[in-house]
């Protein structure tokens, strides 16, 4: 059985006192969190101390939205995953599109990105996720995975549950636009299809696949409906209370 996650990605919004309010309101506005789901939030890096605090004893993990491939050094800029988990994050999201786009990391560096998050004792979100040519030209099970199982190259998890993989069409993030439920859940499908033949059945069970991309209240609960989509990795939603409350409950409904 696997826990559905609705974790949160910031990306790079709110100051240290605006986060600390919405740490608050978010808790109040929750109650107790409810065992059946898990709630996450990925705040940028300054924060992270601060949600440690926030969140400390209240059930609600965080992480961080990227970590660098490297573990220690003369890495001018970079932030080491050890030093994440040290916070006492439980998550690093790696191979956001947008830092596949943005600042070209490839699967390769992704892979070493998800070795080091590991090594931590982290558990990588590795996203992935075609852009929109590729899907009009049919072609976005086979790119998926292809970028799936280059950004895995190595990477040895062992236990299914230090494993999230989110399924972030590129087309869908912050525009507006979501994949259809099916296409969703024929995706996630895929991709733990992908799983079993790189790790093997049971683990691939164990693993959970999100999907992410323009998730609102209105749509979660569909998506949610797909067997294979045990949660959602959220942006624009997540950086107000009300959605994000709404999303988490909406969790705990599967
Ligand atoms: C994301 O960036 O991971 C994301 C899914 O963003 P949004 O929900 O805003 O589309």
């Not at 830092?99 to 998050?117: G, T």
């Not at 072609?139 to 993989?165: C, H, K, M, T, Y």
């Not at 979660?220 to 949660?231: E, H, K, R, S, T």
Request: with cysteine; glycine share 12%; charged share 20%.
């Amino acid at each position: 059985m696997r826990t559905p996650l609705v974790a949160g990605n910031w990306k790079m919004h709110k100051t240290p006192s605006e986060a600390r309010v919405w740490f608050n309101e978010f808790l109040d506005e929750l109650g107790p969190v409810p065992s059946e789901a898990e709630i996450a939030i990925l705040p940028s890096f300054p924060l992270l101390p601060l949600a440690a605090e926030e969140l400390a004893g209240s059930g609600v993990a965080f992480g961080a939205q990227d970590v660098s491939a490297h573990d220690w050094g003369a890495f001018t800029g970079e932030v080491s995953a050890y030093q994440v988990a040290d916070l006492g994050a439980k998550y690093a999201i790696v191979g956001h599109s947008e830092r596949r786009k943005y600042w070209r990391e490839d699967s390769a560096l992704v892979a070493e990105k998800a070795k080091r998050a590991l090594e931590a004792g982290l558990v990588p979100i590795l996203c992935v996720g075609e852009e929109l040519e590729v899907r009009e030209r049919g072609e976005a099970i086979p790119f998926v995975v292809n970028q799936l199982l280059d950004s895995l190259a190595g990477v040895e998890p062992g236990d299914p549950a230090r494993l999230v993989i989110a399924y972030e069409p590129v087309w869908a993030i912050g525009t507006g636009k979501t994949a259809t439920p099916g296409d969703a859940e024929v995706m996630a499908e895929a991709i733990r299809s992908a799983l079993a033949t790189r790790y093997g059945e049971g683990f691939a069970e164990g693993v959970r696949v999100l999907y992410g991309g323009s998730i609102k209240p209105e749509n979660f609960a569909q998506i949610l409906a797909g067997p294979n989509v045990d949660g959602g990795l959220v942006g624009g939603a997540s950086l107000e209370v009300a959605s994000f409350v709404a999303l988490s409950r909406l969790a705990v409904g599967l």
